[in-house]
């Protein structure tokens, strides 16, 4: 009985944990459809008739080159259940991800995707830093055929040391792996967080934290 009671625990800590990615599919694949009319709904998308699926429903293209022509001098094209239907309940999704000479793609998070960065062409600095109370950066220089995983939802960036342009190919694992860029969540949200509460966060003064809301809120991007 204390035998039964053990593997049943175990196996509900295995399924709650399991819970917390995306779930396993039930089927071969589940082409996402916008129209319900005669479809399925599983995990947010519904699901077209297998018989109607199609090679176009599990193809893209990321062949083209992102306008890194912005700010931070990097694009980021991505390849999820958006572009590639078939992608729906699959649980993975991928970017392009192109540098300008000295672009960066800025600090940010993946709350549920780990990724894995395969560079194409450049050198790229890369790292994530580790969660508290450590905060070590873990970081590295890249070339052509390098590759560099970043742990999920930690906080890692992409930055081109080169005088020429970088490519970057990104797999994640997740179909919807979300985004969070750290200066554009903190200092542009709407509404905005109160100046005086991020001024004593970041021990800034109050008109530079205002200068920034300026720049990355919704007036400012």
């Keep these: 009985m204390k035998g039964f009671l053990l593997a049943f625990v175990l196996l509900a800590l295995t399924s709650s944990f399991a819970s917390a990615f995306n779930p396993s599919p039930l089927q071969d694949f589940c082409v996402a459809v916008d129209e319900p009319l005669n479809g399925v709904f599983v995990n947010g998308k519904f699901c077209k008739d297998p018989n109607l699926a199609e090679a176009d429903d599990f193809s893209s293209s990321v062949k083209l080159p992102g306008d890194t022509n912005n700010p931070v001098g990097s694009y980021v094209t991505a390849v999820n259940v958006d572009e590639i239907r078939g992608l729906n309940t699959l ?46 950066l873990i970081t590295k220089v890249l070339n052509k055929g390098d590759v560099f995983v970043f742990p999920i939802s930690l906080i890692h960036f992409q930055f081109n040391v080169g005088k020429t342009n970088a490519i970057a190919f990104a797999g994640l694992s ?21 100046p005086n509460f991020l001024a004593r966060a970041f021990q800034l003064d109050v ?3 205002k200068d920034l809301q300026a720049k990355f809120g919704m007036d400012g991007n």
Aim: charged content about 10%; overall charge negative; hydrophobic content about 40%.
């Design 91 to 136: 649980g993975i999704s991928a970017a392009r991800i192109d540098f300008a000479p000295y672009g960066q793609n800025p600090p940010h998070t993946h709350p549920r995707a780990t990724e894995i960065l395969v560079v194409l062409e450049g050198t790229l600095l890369v790292g994530f830093v580790t969660s508290n109370p450590n905060n070590t």
């Design 207 to 209: 008109d530079m934290v």
């Design 174 to 194: 997740s179909q919807n792996p979300g985004v969070i860029t750290i200066a554009n969540a903190v200092f542009g949200s709407d509404p905005p967080i109160e």
